[in-house]
């Protein structure tokens, strides 16, 4: 049982834009980085954006990521099919001495 | 690139064991924590464990406490996950990765090896 909640699905055109919310609590992302993963199908995760809203090299700036408070936000912007995968935030939590990841969010192309 | 490489999966019956291996190439792996993550098939990622750089420091996600224990060879690359007394909720994938900054991230993984405990 994840402590991190996310939206099950969001859905948008191909160019449009979607976000993706990721609620957690004080122990985990109100008081910890947060970063967010990319999981194409049958791949492995892929770190996307790390300390809230930085990107690791090679991610194109069309995903972007925020915090407040307790909850994170992840923005894709000129969503493209290839962008079709699982999205995963994760924080550590200071109570439970884990990493905690959400509840996974799926990024569907219409 | 720089790489991680999972090995040891399989197929093995409730309550027996299992070892993982994680061999680390082309980045100083003995200045990094690393981690164990999982997915069940058709879930979401479930945190393992982690070790810190050094192997002093090692937490544990609750359901595996007392049954797994990770380790680290940093002369030899590489890093490991006993698993004992497995249970059928234990299938999954098995990624081994990198930690990117204490705890706050995980920035490269392995290609993840399948450990399927049925009987």
């Known amino acids: 049982q994840s402590v991190l909640t996310q939206p099950p699905s969001v859905s948008a055109a191909p160019g449009q834009k979607v976000t993706i919310s990721c609620s957690g609590g004080?122990?985990?992302?109100?008081?910890?980085?947060v970063s967010w993963y990319q999981q194409l199908p049958g791949t492995a995760p892929k770190l996307l954006i790390y300390d809230n809203d930085k990107r690791p090299s090679g991610i194109p700036d069309r995903f972007s990521g925020s915090k407040s408070g307790a909850s994170a936000t992840l923005g894709i912007t000129g969503l493209q099919t290839g962008d079709e995968a699982d999205y995963y935030c994760?924080?550590?939590?200071?109570?439970?001495?884990?990493?905690?990841f959400g509840t996974g969010t799926e990024v569907t192309v219409l | 690139q720089v790489q991680l490489v999972e090995s040891g999966g399989g197929v093995v019956q409730p309550g027996r064991s299992l070892r993982l291996s994680c061999a680390a190439s082309?980045?100083?792996?003995?200045?990094?924590?690393m981690h164990w993550v999982r997915q069940a098939p058709g879930k979401g990622l479930q945190w393992v464990a982690l070790m810190s750089y050094d192997g002093r420091i090692k937490h544990y996600t609750d359901s595996v406490k007392g049954r797994f224990t990770i380790s680290r060879d940093n002369s030899k690359n590489t890093l490991y996950l006993q698993m004992n007394s497995l249970r059928v909720e234990d299938t999954a994938v098995y990624y081994c990765?990198?930690?990117?900054?204490?705890?706050?991230?995980?920035?490269?993984w392995g290609q993840g090896t399948m450990v399927t405990v049925s009987s």
């Open positions: 082309r980045f100083t792996f003995s200045s990094y924590a």
């Open positions: 004080s122990s985990n992302i109100g008081n910890n980085f």
């Open positions: 994760g924080s550590w939590d200071t109570s439970l001495s884990a990493y905690v």
């Open positions: 990765a990198r930690d990117l900054i204490q705890w706050g991230a995980i920035d490269i």
